[in-house]
Nanobody
Framework: QVQLVESGGGSVQAGGSLTLSCSAS????????MGWFRQAPGKEREFVAA????????NYADSVKGRFTISRDNAEKTVYLQMNSLKPEDTALYYC?????????????????WGQGTQVTVSS
């Protein structure tokens, strides 16, 4: 049974930092790229960041470059999203996802498994 569990969401003020975690189980971890997506009310789900499970190659949305950092720990089977200099527009439900790809895809259709999401709220 494949399971992705996000944690670390919460409420912070603009300019603050927050770190999200995603623990994976039930899959061949080395064969999956991992990604973070987010969805705000009334908007479509959008790509945030992705990382190759083995090589740690990364890809970021332009809106978060320089502020967010994605990383992973193979031993702990966990993917992280370090978020700095948070802005109110970062407010959304953040999802962890797994893609059976060697690269770091940005399209949500490339991802097979999804977590249930963790809420991030940034106040002005």
């Amino acid at each position: 049974q494949v399971q992705l569990v996000e944690s670390g969401g919460g409420s912070v003020q603009a300019g603050g930092s927050l770190t999200l975690s995603c623990s994976a189980s039930g899959l061949t971890f080395s064969r999956y790229a991992m990604g973070w997506f987010r969805q705000a009310p009334g908007k479509e789900r959008e790509f945030v960041a992705a990382i190759s499970w083995i090589s740690r190659s990364t890809n970021y949305a332009d809106s978060v470059k320089g502020r967010f950092t994605i990383s992973r720990d193979n031993a702990e089977k966990t993917v992280y999203l370090q978020m700095n200099s948070l802005k109110p527009e970062d407010t959304a439900l953040y999802y962890c996802a797994a893609a059976q790809r060697l690269a770091v895809p940005t399209g949500l259709d490339d991802y097979t498994y999804w977590g249930q999401g963790t809420q991030v709220t940034v106040s002005s």
